[in-house]
């Protein structure tokens, strides 16, 4: 299964924490596959969850499995598979909504967006992506999200807070 020959850029914006054990964080994150947003521009959800989702896709990537990054506020889910032999280091990125699997009963979903890019280079962008908004956390006094956000970039580190 190829894709079209691209870029991913993960979106994270207009964090909100709020308080608690642990605390809760919302805000804007999307993907960028190709020249396509995933789901869409400024989807509302659960940034730090999403992101802990993504390192465990990418883990399952480095090890020549099929990853799987999900939404939590809606049907939608990226999924990394290792690219065929020809590519190889490369990752196949899809974009998928179980909308239309959920409606009919067929539990398939439809692809929305895609593309294949180096699996180094995704990994390099997400642990930049933990980091600039570890760096937020700390700045806005958050240090237990900081804390998590730190973890999340470490190999092997844990996923979700």
């Given at each position: 299964?190829?894709?079209?020959?691209?870029?991913?850029?993960?979106s994270?914006?207009?964090?909100?924490?709020?308080?608690?054990?642990?605390?809760?964080?919302?805000?804007?994150?999307?993907?960028?596959?190709?020249?396509?947003?995933?789901?869409?521009?400024?989807?509302?959800?659960?940034?730090?969850?999403?992101?802990?989702?993504?390192?465990?896709?990418?883990?399952?990537?480095?090890?020549?499995?099929?990853?799987?990054?999900?939404?939590?506020?809606?049907?939608?889910?990226?999924?990394?598979?290792?690219?065929?032999?020809g590519?190889?280091?490369?990752?196949?990125?899809?974009?998928?909504?179980?909308?239309?699997?959920?409606?009919?009963?067929?539990?398939?979903g439809?692809?929305?967006?895609?593309?294949?890019?180096?699996?180094?280079?995704?990994?390099?962008?997400?642990?930049s992506?933990?980091?600039?908004?570890?760096?937020?956390?700390?700045?806005?006094?958050?240090?237990?999200?900081?804390?998590?956000?730190?973890?999340?970039?470490?190999?092997?580190?844990?996923?979700v807070?």
């Amino acid at each position: 299964m190829g894709g079209q020959p691209g870029q991913v850029r993960i979106s994270v914006a207009d964090l909100e924490v709020r308080r608690g054990t642990p605390p809760q964080v919302s805000g804007e994150i999307w993907f960028t596959l190709g020249e396509t947003d995933f789901p869409v521009a400024h989807w509302t959800d659960s940034p730090l969850s999403v992101l802990g989702s993504l390192g465990e896709a990418i883990r399952s990537s480095s090890a020549g499995e099929t990853g799987e990054a999900y939404f939590f506020d809606g049907p939608y889910n990226v999924r990394l598979i290792p690219a065929p032999a020809g590519t190889q280091g490369h990752v196949d990125v899809i974009g998928i909504s179980e909308r239309e699997g959920l409606i009919s009963g067929t539990g398939e979903g439809v692809v929305e967006a895609r593309c294949t890019v180096p699996l180094d280079e995704l990994r390099r962008h997400y642990v930049s992506v933990l980091a600039e908004w570890e760096r937020w956390a700390r700045r806005h006094g958050h240090s237990d999200v900081a804390e998590t956000l730190s973890r999340m970039a470490r190999p092997g580190g844990p996923a979700v807070p």
